[in-house]
Every structure is written in C-alpha cells, then in structure tokens.
C-alpha cells in the first residue's frame, strides 16, 4: 500500500531552521507531484509547498516563498522542506501529501496523505 512517512520536526528556537523529509513508499513516485500542507492548532490546514513529478515546477503560498524551499530526490523517493529563519508563527503539524498529474494548492485534490510530523518554534 501507499505510505508516507514524515521526518525531521522537532522543537527549534524562532530564527533557527529545520528540514523536514517524507519518504514514499508503494507508488511509482517520479509520477506524482508532491505537496506539503501544515495544521496549527485550532487552525485549518493549509497549503505550503507543492512540486511536479520532475521537480521542474514549484509552487510556493504566498506567505511561505522566501523562507521555504520544497525539494525532491526521486532516486530516493524522498520529498524535502527546507524551512529558514523559523518563527514562532510556523508552529504545526506539517504533512505531506501526494497525487497523479500537475500540482496543486489545494488539500482536496491530493490522494495520499502522510501522518505528519510536528514543528514547534520557541521564542
């Protein structure tokens, strides 16, 4: 079956940074696109990163671009967030997520879903 396993979170002091992994299993993961999605508590879960199936194409939410940085290394079935200068504010739990053809930004049109893994920022 298809799994995705997060790594990498932890708890980190505001300004630090951290790099989150999420290995995929039981697909043929250079055709999917890749996504990452985060859920503060008390909060809805929203769209981060998201990257093609060749890694040619990126899309990043508006609030995220210049401090997060989504990877792939298809040769280890691997999706990567790099995330600079935490803030207290990127406190959640971040998840990744697959689906066939182009990425989106949306939760719904994604197929798989890891369990996640948390992020806490400490001031």
């Known amino acids: 079956q298809v799994q995705l396993a997060e790594s990498g979170g932890g708890l980190v002091q505001a300004g630090g940074s951290l790099r989150l992994a999420c290995a995929v299993s039981?697909?043929?993961?250079?055709?999917?696109?890749m996504g990452w999605f985060r859920q503060a508590p008390g909060k809805e879960r929203e769209f981060v990163a998201a990257?093609?199936?060749?890694?040619?194409?990126?899309y990043y939410a508006d609030s995220m671009k210049g401090r997060f940085t989504i990877s792939r290394d298809n040769a280890k079935t691997t999706v990567y967030l790099q995330i600079d200068n935490l803030k207290v504010e990127d406190t959640a739990v971040y998840y990744c997520?697959?689906?066939?053809?182009?990425?989106?930004?949306?939760?719904?049109?994604?197929?798989?879903w890891g369990q996640g893994t948390q992020v806490t920022v400490s001031s």
């Open positions: 997520t697959t689906k066939s053809g182009p990425p989106r930004m949306y939760a719904w049109d994604y197929t798989f």
């Open positions: 039981g697909l043929t993961f250079n055709w999917y696109a």
């Open positions: 990257i093609s199936d060749n890694a040619d194409t990126t």
